[in-house]
């Protein structure tokens, strides 16, 4: 995780897909981010209750603004170039395109997904106590710890990365990952690369556990092309890859 970003839990709220796309497609057809945040209000209406900012609605619509509308300077031209894509990609696409921005906006997001690919991949399926008891190892006793890596994870359920599993709090990988095309997954790269806050080996970056849900294609020459990446050769003959400091 990148150590310049705040530890601050943040997101809290479980997220229904159908906001994500109305936050991210709005923009992406040329709405203002204002615009955007007055259409997400009111699509929420009704849904969520409360007006304030600290109601269901308002602290909703904080986490969705922090994913898509009030992105550091940094993350600016990444959020640029997937809102181009967003439009033509398939829904798993789309769903990639959501995980970028989400990587980027949020630190506790990165641990709990990487939490949760770790243990799928030892184990084969994995359950809340085991992620709960790492993401405490992690960030400490909070008492908002448990109840965002309960939102998180039902958030990824519903947005079909993860399947829950015969008993409560179990979870199972998806039966087949989520096929992401190349230029797709540059930018998920991308993303990671920025919530890690460091660079990290291709065979590392690509095999990252916060991405379990997802079928990577890349072609790593296509890699060097990315003028916000840089790919260079180490004296071991691994490809390191970092955020271009251009």
């Known amino acids: 995780?990148?150590?310049?970003?705040?530890?601050?839990?943040?997101?809290?709220?479980?997220?229904?897909?159908d906001w994500l796309d109305a936050t991210a497609g709005r923009?992406?057809?040329?709405?203002?981010?204002?615009?955007?945040?007055?259409a997400v209000?009111?699509?929420?209406?009704?849904?969520?209750?409360?007006?304030?900012?600290?109601?269901?609605r308002g602290k909703t619509l904080t986490v969705l603004s922090a994913i898509w509308l009030n992105v550091?300077?940094?993350?600016?031209?990444?959020?640029v170039e997937v809102l181009a894509r967003f439009n033509e990609v398939t829904p798993d696409e789309r769903l990639a395109l959501h995980w970028t921005m989400m990587l980027a906006a949020y630190p506790f997001f990165l641990d709990v997904a990487a939490q949760t690919g770790k243990l799928l991949s030892l184990n084969g399926d994995c359950t809340?106590?085991?992620?709960?008891?790492?993401?405490?190892?992690?960030?400490?006793?909070?008492?908002?710890?448990?109840?965002?890596?309960?939102?998180?994870?039902?958030?990824?359920?519903?947005?079909?990365?993860?399947?829950e599993g015969a008993s409560g709090g179990d979870y199972q990988p998806l039966p087949q990952r989520l096929p992401v095309a190349e230029a797709t997954?540059?930018?998920l790269l991308e993303g990671l690369l920025h919530a890690e806050g460091h660079g990290l080996d291709l065979?590392?970056?690509?095999?990252?556990p916060a991405l379990f849900p997802?079928?990577?294609?890349?072609?790593?020459?296509?890699?060097?092309?990315?003028?916000?990446?840089?790919?260079?050769?180490?004296?071991?003959?691994?490809d390191w890859v970092e955020v271009s400091a251009r």
């Open 185 to 187: 997954t540059a930018l």
């Open 27 to 38: 923009l992406a057809s040329g709405a203002t981010p204002q615009q955007t945040r007055t």
């Open 214 to 238: 997802f079928d990577l294609h890349l072609n790593p020459l296509a890699l060097r092309q990315q003028t916000r990446l840089r790919v260079h050769r180490q004296g071991d003959q691994r």
């Open 203 to 208: 065979e590392a970056l690509t095999g990252h």
């Open 72 to 79: 550091p300077a940094a993350i600016e031209p990444l959020r």
């Open 1 to 17: 995780m990148n150590p310049d970003r705040p530890r601050k839990i943040g997101f809290d709220r479980k997220l229904d897909r």
């Open 128 to 163: 809340f106590a085991q992620i709960h008891r790492r993401m405490v190892d992690r960030w400490g006793e909070r008492s908002t710890l448990t109840r965002a890596v309960q939102r998180i994870l039902r958030s990824m359920v519903g947005w079909g990365a993860l399947q």
């Open 41 to 56: 209000y009111r699509l929420l209406e009704g849904v969520l209750s409360g007006d304030a900012s600290n109601s269901a």
